[in-house]
C-alpha cells in the first residue's frame, strides 16, 4: 500500500510540474519512503494498543465493544432512554446517556478544595452507590470515586473535571484531533483551580480503578494505559496556567470589535454551530 500512494503522488507531482529534475525525485521518493515507514510503524505497535484500551474500557464500565470499535451496552443498544431501568449484575440501576458517559451525581473530594469556595465539587458520574460498608463499585466512575477517597485524595476536587471527559478521551484515543479537542477544554475547566494541581495523582486512581474491574489485566494492560494518560498528561500540561491569559487577550480583542463586526461574528458563530 505505501508503495502504491508513493507511485501515485509521484505520478501527481510530474503530472503537475511537467516533470521534476532527478535530484528531486530522489528527495520526494525518500521522504514518502520515510513517511510509509512511520506509517506502518504506527500500524504495528499503536493498533493492538488502542484496541486493548477500548476493550478494557468495556469491561470496566459493563460495556462491549462493537465491530466499528464504537462502546455499546453490554444489553447490545446504546439507545437507552434516560429513564429505562436495565439489568447490570444482578442489580437494579438507571442508566443515561449523555456527551462523557452515563451521569448521576456523586461526590469527588472534598470541602475546602479547587477553587477555595468550601464548597464541594460535584462530579457527574455513573451507576448507584448503595450506601454501607460492604457496596462494591461496578463501574469505572464509581471505583473512581471509592477510591478517591480509600487513596486520600479527597481534597483533589479538579479530579473530577477529568473524570468528566475521561470516556470521550478514552473512546477517541485513536483520533489526535479529538483528543486534543477534549484536553483543551478539559484545561479550561482545570484553569479554575488554584494551587498545583498534580497529574500523575489522577493516573495513580485510574490505574487503581481498573486493576479492580478488569479480570484479566496484566502488564500490557499498564503499559496501554500508561501510554494513554502521558499523552493527556502532555496535554493538558502544555495548556495549564494558559487559558487566564488567553481569556485577558480575549476579552481586549472583543472590546475592540465595532458592533457592525461583532453582530457578523455571532450570525457567523450560529450558523456555523448551530444549525
Known amino acids: 500500500r505505501v508503495q502504491v500512494w508513493r507511485d501515485a503522488i509521484m505520478d501527481l507531482v510530474a503530472q503537475q510540474l511537467g516533470g521534476v529534475s532527478p535530484a528531486v525525485q530522489i528527495s520526494l521518493l525518500t521522504m514518502m519512503n520515510w513517511m510509509g ?56 440501576t438507571k442508566r443515561r446517556k449523555g456527551r462523557s458517559g452515563e451521569k448521576r451525581k456523586i461526590k469527588v473530594g472534598g470541602a475546602g478544595g479547587g477553587d477555595g469556595s468550601g464548597k464541594e465539587k460535584v462530579t457527574q458520574v455513573s451507576g448507584d452507590l448503595k450506601k ?3 457496596a462494591v463499585p461496578q463501574t469505572f466512575n464509581d471505583m473512581f470515586a471509592f477510591n478517591t477517597a480509600v487513596m486520600g485524595f479527597s481534597s483533589h476536587t479538579w479530579m473530577g473535571e477529568i473524570l468528566l471527559s475521561f470516556d470521550v478521551i478514552v473512546t477517541n484515543t485513536a483520533n489526535s484531533y479529538r483528543l486534543q479537542e477534549e484536553c483543551d477544554v478539559v484545561s479550561l475547566r482545570l484553569a479554575k483551580y488554584k494551587g498545583q494541581l498534580i497529574l ?10 481498573l486493576r479492580s474491574l478488569v479480570k484479566d489485566w496484566g502488564s500490557a494492560h499498564e503499559v496501554a494505559w500508561s501510554w494513554l494518560w502521558s499523552n493527556v498528561e502532555r496535554l493538558l500540561q502544555a495548556m ?28 457567523e458563530i450560529y450558523s456555523q454551530f448551530l444549525t
Open 132 to 134: 454501607g460498608n460492604q
Open 200 to 209: 500523575s495523582d489522577f493516573k495513580s486512581v485510574m490505574l487503581a480503578s
Open 240 to 267: 495549564l496556567g494558559k487559558p487566564k491569559h488567553m481569556e485577558s487577550a480575549l476579552s481586549a480583542f472583543l472590546k475592540s470589535i465595532d458592533e457592525e463586526t461583532m453582530a457578523f461574528i455571532r450570525r
Open 37 to 92: 515507514s512511520a506509517f506502518i510503524f504506527v500500524r504495528t505497535k499503536y493498533v493492538d494498543r488502542v484496541q486493548l484500551i477500548l476493550e478494557s474500557w468495556a469491561l470496566a464500565n459493563d460495556r462491549v465493544l462493537g465491530e466499528d470499535g464504537e462502546l455499546l451496552e453490554a444489553s447490545g443498544t446504546n439507545e437507552l432512554s434516560p429513564d429505562e431501568p436495565t439489568e447490570e449484575l444482578g442489580k437494579s
